[in-house]
């Protein structure tokens, strides 16, 4: 890992829709990152592989289930643009295997790209066979609940990885190019 210097580190989460996942992993992210007095570390966001919902809000269960455990959210919805995104962003944490595949098709290298569950002491040593974050899009209430919990588990496993590798005092799973 060469995270070398102060520079914070940009995390952009990527879905399919960027309504109902990844929406909720950087609600999730930024929470638990100012909670722990980390906001000076990373700068977030998040995408979708489609253009479907581009310029609208989160499902509006993605909004309920984060609400009803007072996490704020203020999302708009965008597509992953890999002419620009490729330089602007250190990571690109995807959900499932289908947005792995993508992500690389439009031209991000795969050594910026993780699954969102991989990070997950559990499944470090998967890799990209790390268990998917599943879509909840044709799903229900308890399957944002669901998803809900999985982000949590990842983005607190996530925050230890990536400021282990930038302190270099342990062993991270992930190379972020500086
Ligand atoms: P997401 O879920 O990728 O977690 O935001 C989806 C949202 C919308 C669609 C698919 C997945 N869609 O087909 O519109």
């Not at 995390?11 to 990844?22: A, D, E, K």
Request: net charge negative.
């Amino acid at each position: 890992m060469t995270l070398a210097g102060s520079a914070p580190i940009r995390v952009m989460f990527v879905c399919l829709g960027n309504i109902c996942r990844s929406p909720m992993a950087e609600a999730i992210f930024r929470h638990r990152v100012t909670q722990r007095g980390l906001t000076d570390r990373f700068v977030i966001d998040s995408c979708g592989t489609g253009d479907w919902h581009v310029g609208g809000p989160a499902d509006e269960r993605t909004i309920r289930t984060l609400q009803g455990r007072s996490v704020d959210i203020d999302h708009v919805a965008r597509q992953l643009d890999a002419r620009t995104d490729v330089d602007d962003w250190d990571l690109f944490v995807v959900m499932d295997s289908m947005n792995h595949r993508d992500v690389l098709k439009a031209g991000i290298p795969l050594e910026k790209v993780r699954l969102m569950r991989s990070f997950v002491p559990a499944h470090r040593s998967m890799g990209e066979r790390a268990p998917a974050v599943p879509d909840p899009y044709e799903g229900t209430i308890d399957d944002f609940a669901s998803v809900y919990e999985m982000l949590v588990e990842a983005c607190d496993a996530m925050i230890d990885d990536l400021l282990i590798a930038r302190e270099g005092d342990d062993q991270p799973s992930t190379k972020v190019l500086p």
